[in-house]
């Protein structure tokens, strides 16, 4: 056979993604495919090797299990050398020196015996035979090139190392072991509040068969948001910087906001994030006091669009402002906000640590109602502002069950809030001191005295006035203004 059909030859048998030339030629009689949409002959080729393709098709029939090694064996057992081939032409898929197995035995191997060869095939199932196994070649002189191995033992390229890093990361990048001879175990936590103590039950058992409450991630997910808290908390004290505003007119804009909010039926998450926006700006900029609603209307624009599925047109912000500022004013000062705060809006809701305490809480429709209107006092007094959503979910929680005497705080609250008694006490104390005193944010009230969140600032506020002197508190008639 000329060295340039076997070079050819050996192209076509070594491109894993082309297919022979006689098996195409079968497939376009069989489907008739017309001549016109078959490419031209020679269009990505020279004519020669054209040529030597269609001989190297014809001259040699190989059956359905036939050869599929990248050389010829033939040749190889009569030690003879491919003289025309090239480098380049040698497969990149197999290393050089290594033989692929194949299911036909070779014709006859250069230190195989006689017995050998006469050996008869054992028969591993009804109508199938097995091809004999190979052997090793120990003549390394006569055969440089290529060396014939057993097919359960692929020879590869070079043996891995073992790791030299000390930790070794699973699939969710969290480290579960510090030695080369242990194994990551999937799903497996290493913090100290991965598994819940003893006498604690996982709250998270009933949900492994819904996919949509990702129970296998539930403590990743708090864990993250609970890092996430720090870096968005904003300056307790950005109100020292700011020459036209104080903190009594924050106080009257995230009022209005809520009024807003109630009339578009919005989502607390929303609500939450808006104000978490508004604050994170404050602290960043100064602001004018006729510019403070442009930046609390354009806030709650953009924490619509963030949580809301439907959210309000922009059209519908200019009309609640009665027409206080135009379109374009809206959607430039979006931008301008969003560019102050580097379009960064993650934000750990306490909505979400609220409602992970009330499924520990067996999800009382009472405690939590009364534990939103509690959490959103957050929202209107400063005081609040230096703490974390989560403490303060903790705190709203935890005397929302005081109030209806829910019992205890137990292990079980106090292991998925993430704080005891003693550390939302400080939380607490400022929420019955905002209670106990006269009402200052009217539209506030108004929203949790209805009947749809169960007249829960009735009940709260009439508690705290009962209870306050048992907190320390004695200067009730003093408002939130004259004391801040």
């Excluded at 960043?284 to 806030?299: F, P, S, W, Y």
């Excluded at 379009?343 to 999800?363: E, G, I």
């Excluded at 005891?420 to 106990?436: C, G, H, R, S, T």
Aim: charged residues 30%; hydrophobic residues 40%.
């Amino acid at each position: 056979m000329p060295p340039g059909t076997r070079a050819a030859r050996q192209r076509v048998e070594n491109d894993e993604n082309s297919t022979r030339p006689h098996t195409r030629a079968a497939k376009a009689a069989a489907l008739n495919v017309d001549e016109v949409a078959m490419p031209a002959k020679g269009a990505l080729q020279p004519k020669k090797s054209a040529a030597n393709l269609g001989n190297a098709g014809v001259q040699r029939k190989r059956n359905v299990l036939g050869d599929m090694s990248n050389v010829n064996k033939s040749e190889a057992n009569e030690g003879k050398k491919v003289a025309g081939a090239k480098v380049g032409l040698i497969s990149k898929a197999h290393p050089v020196g290594v033989q692929k197995a194949s299911a036909r035995p070779a014709r006859s191997a250069p230190l195989a015996t006689k017995e050998s060869n006469k050996m008869p095939a054992r028969r591993t199932g009804p109508g199938s035979v097995a091809a004999p196994k190979r052997k090793v070649s120990s003549n390394a002189s006569k055969e440089p090139e290529y060396v014939v191995v057993e097919e359960s033992q692929p020879v590869r390229k070079k043996a891995h190392k073992e790791k030299s890093e000390d930790v070794v990361r699973d699939e969710n990048r969290r480290v579960v072991s510090t030695g080369l001879d242990e194994k990551p175990v999937v799903g497996e936590s290493t913090t100290d509040n991965a598994v819940p103590p003893e006498g604690v039950d996982e709250i998270e058992a009933d949900d492994w068969d819904d996919p949509l409450m990702v129970a296998e991630y539930a403590t990743e997910i708090f864990e993250y948001l609970r890092d996430l808290e720090c870096r968005s908390i904003p300056n307790p004290q950005y109100m020292s910087h700011q020459d036209d505003l104080e903190w009594k007119t924050r106080g009257i804009l995230i009022d209005w906001l809520i009024e807003v909010h109630t009339r578009f039926h919005l989502l607390p998450e929303t609500l939450f994030l808006a104000v978490n926006i508004i604050d994170r700006f404050l602290s960043e900029k100064v602001v004018q006091l006729d510019r403070l609603q442009l930046v609390g209307i354009t806030a709650m624009f953009i924490a619509s669009k963030y949580e809301e599925v439907l959210s309000p047109h922009v059209e519908n912000f200019k009309r609640i402002t009665d027409n206080g500022f135009s379109e374009a004013e809206i959607l430039s000062a979006e931008r301008f906000l969003l560019s102050t705060l580097s379009y960064d809006l993650s934000y750990p809701n306490p909505m979400n640590f609220l409602r992970r305490v009330s499924k520990a809480d067996n999800y009382d429709i009472q405690s939590r109602t009364i534990g939103k209107y509690l959490m959103e006092i957050s929202l209107l007094d400063h005081r609040f502002m230096a703490y974390r959503p989560s403490h303060c979910a903790a705190a709203s929680m935890y005397l929302a069950r005081m109030m209806l005497d829910r019992g205890p705080w137990d292990e079980i609250l106090a292991y998925y809030a993430g704080y005891d008694k003693q550390e939302v006490q400080p939380v607490v104390d400022l929420m019955i001191d905002y209670l106990a005193r006269p009402v200052v944010h009217e539209a506030f009230f108004k929203k949790y005295a209805s009947k749809k969140f169960l007249k829960a600032s009735i009940l709260a506020r009439s508690w705290a006035k009962k209870n306050a002197a048992l907190f320390g508190i004695t200067d009730t008639e003093l408002s939130l203004d004259q004391i801040s």
